[in-house]
């Protein structure tokens, strides 16, 4: 089976359509006035904390320059703390801070809502599948994007 031009079309479509959706159920979190980026980076500390600068240097692929000054934004706005890490003084690790501890709640609440009320819907091998080619999908593309 081939994959036609109508269908990258709809799938395209089919994409923005659940984007703008669910950016609806995402409003209380514009609440924080954060930029994209900002928005990105968090959600990855949410996830992934304590890290390192480091880290999110090799996760967004971005200079260290960068991740800086946004680490900098983001601890003068309350959403980060940094504190050097006992077992490195050296490194320093990054945690959330008190605003960023309420972006998670405010972040985990539309993921329950999400869940909840759409997710519930598919079957657990629909839900692997989408998974699966999303998976895919964004492996094919950091490999473009990094030229291998």
Do not use: W
């Given at each position: 089976m081939t994959t036609t031009h109508f269908d990258i079309k709809r799938l395209h479509a089919t994409i923005d359509e659940m984007s703008d959706l669910l950016s609806r159920e995402l409003d209380t979190l514009e609440q924080f006035n954060l930029t994209d980026q900002?928005?990105?980076?968090?959600?990855?500390?949410?996830?992934?904390?304590?890290?390192?600068?480091?880290?999110?240097?090799?996760?967004?692929?971005?200079?260290?320059?960068?991740?800086?000054?946004?680490?900098?934004?983001?601890?003068k706005e309350r959403f980060i703390e940094r504190e050097?890490?006992?077992?490195?003084?050296?490194?320093?690790?990054?945690?959330?801070?008190?605003k960023g501890r309420m972006?998670?709640?405010?972040?985990?609440?539309?993921?329950?809502?999400?869940?909840?009320?759409?997710?519930?819907?598919?079957?657990?091998?629909e839900i692997k599948q989408m998974i699966s080619s999303i998976e895919k999908l964004n492996k094919v593309i950091k490999e473009n994007q990094s030229g291998s």
């Open positions: 900002q928005e990105n980076y968090l959600m990855y500390c949410v996830t992934n904390a304590p890290l390192t600068a480091k880290e999110l240097v090799e996760e967004f692929q971005v200079s260290k320059s960068a991740i800086s000054q946004v680490v900098a934004k983001l601890e050097k890490n006992p077992e490195n003084l050296r490194e320093t690790l990054i945690y959330l801070g008190p972006f998670a709640r405010r972040l985990e609440e539309f993921n329950s809502k999400i869940q909840n009320e759409y997710y519930v819907h598919l079957t657990s091998d």
